[in-house]
Nanobody, 118 residues
């Protein structure tokens, strides 16, 4: 059974930091591109960060570039998102996604809430 379980969300003040984790199981994690998305109330889902299967390449939305870092540990089947210098506009549910084009596989986690507020 495929599972993606996010953790690490919470309430943080503007300028603070949070680290998110997404633990994967039920599929060959090391062959999947991993992405973090976010969705704020009343807004469309937004792609935040992408990391290739071996972790060699990353990409970020302009809105988080220089503040967020995506990484992965294929030995632990886990992808991470380190978020620094958080802003109120970063408030959203953050979702983990696993995708493999070759098999057209696409999996989602349930999400973790991040709230940036004073």
């Amino acid at each position: 059974q495929v599972q993606l379980v996010e953790s690490g969300g919470g309430l943080v003040q503007p300028g603070g930091s949070l680290g998110l984790s997404c633990a994967a199981s039920g599929f060959t994690f090391s062959t999947y591109v991993m992405r973090w998305y976010r969705q704020a109330p009343g807004k469309e889902r937004e792609l935040v960060a992408t990391i290739t299967s071996a972790g060699g390449l990353t990409n970020y939305a302009d809105s988080v570039k220089g503040r967020f870092t995506i990484s992965r540990d294929n030995a632990k089947n886990t992808v991470y998102l380190q978020m620094n210098s958080l802003k109120p506009e970063d408030t959203a549910v953050y979702l983990c996604n696993a995708a493999r084009a070759l098999t057209r596989s696409n999996y989602w986690g349930q999400g973790t809430q991040v709230t940036v507020s004073s």
